[in-house]
């Protein structure tokens, strides 16, 4: 069932040309600074089209929740998969969202000097200025009251969250939100899915903290659930303008 994706309008810039890209299961919003939906059409399809090619001579890559070993045949982007999925211990599928975002939007800053591409709660952005990003977690008391504060300078990044209450995807807990920053969009998706697996009530946020802290390559960690919240690393958060 088609969830409405309110939160799309949360990252706050006023510059900025809106549109969506649409194939199969992906479903892209970005912003860029004109519109690119062509350019942006091809690049989804070419890197779902790896994809797919890919899982056709290697099927467990798509079903494995484990880390698998991948071929000598892989594109860049499976290869980038993989190793995000290993360095937490989950399946390569966990990040694919990331993934797409992270590899359509670099592509795209070809043709901009800014993008935001949001996949499913993932995104990847290159901002040359600051963003704020409002945070949602679902019916926590605490969605909308918070943003994100971004600094254009620490750029590009991914910014990544799971949700064991809000949406379709695999989460074995019940983390409202994880949100996770690394450069690696990739690692940041798998991540948030591999943290949140650990959040079952407040009193795992530490424990969650404490394996966020010993993955290489994150900048930072909000995870929220209920009225709790525990962050790490970069993470600079400020009160919701109205």
């Given amino acids: 069932m088609y969830q409405p994706r309110t939160y799309r309008h949360w990252v706050k810039d006023k510059d900025l040309v809106s549109f969506n890209v649409v194939v199969k299961e992906t479903d892209l919003y970005i912003r860029a ?41 892989a594109p860049r982007i499976v290869t980038e998969m993989a190793e995000s999925a290993r360095k937490v211990g989950i399946g390569p599928m966990a990040s694919v969202a990331g993934a797409i975002a ?4 670099s592509q795209l800053l ?42 254009g300078q620490d750029t590009p990044m991914g910014i990544c969250t799971s949700s064991g209450t809000v949406g379709h995807s695999l989460s074995y807990g019940k983390a ?8 690696s969009a990739a690692l940041a998706d798998a991540a948030a899915t591999a943290i949140g697996n650990l959040i079952i009530q407040p009193d795992d ?31 600079k958060i400020r009160q919701t303008p109205a």
Avoid at 111 to 138: Q, R, T
Avoid at 176 to 183: G, Q, W, Y
């Fill in 110 to 151: 070809d043709s901009s000097p800014e993008i935001i591409v949001e996949n499913g709660g993932d995104i990847y952005l290159k901002s040359l200025g600051g963003k704020l990003i409002g945070i949602y977690a679902g019916k926590s008391p605490l969605t909308g009251k918070i943003s994100l504060e971004i600094n």
């Fill in 33 to 73: 600074s004109t519109d690119l939906k062509r350019k942006a059409h091809r690049l989804v399809l070419k890197y779902r089209n790896l994809l797919e090619r890919y899982i056709e001579r290697h099927p467990s890559f798509l079903t494995s929740l484990e880390p698998v070993a991948i071929g000598d045949d």
């Fill in 176 to 183: 409202d939100a994880v949100i996770v920053l690394s450069k």
């Fill in 102 to 105: 992270e590899f359509v939007g």
């Fill in 205 to 235: 946020i530490p424990s969650g903290i404490e394996f966020a802290q010993g993955i290489d390559g994150l900048n930072g960690v909000i995870i929220i659930q209920g009225d709790k919240m525990g962050l790490w690393g970069e993470v």
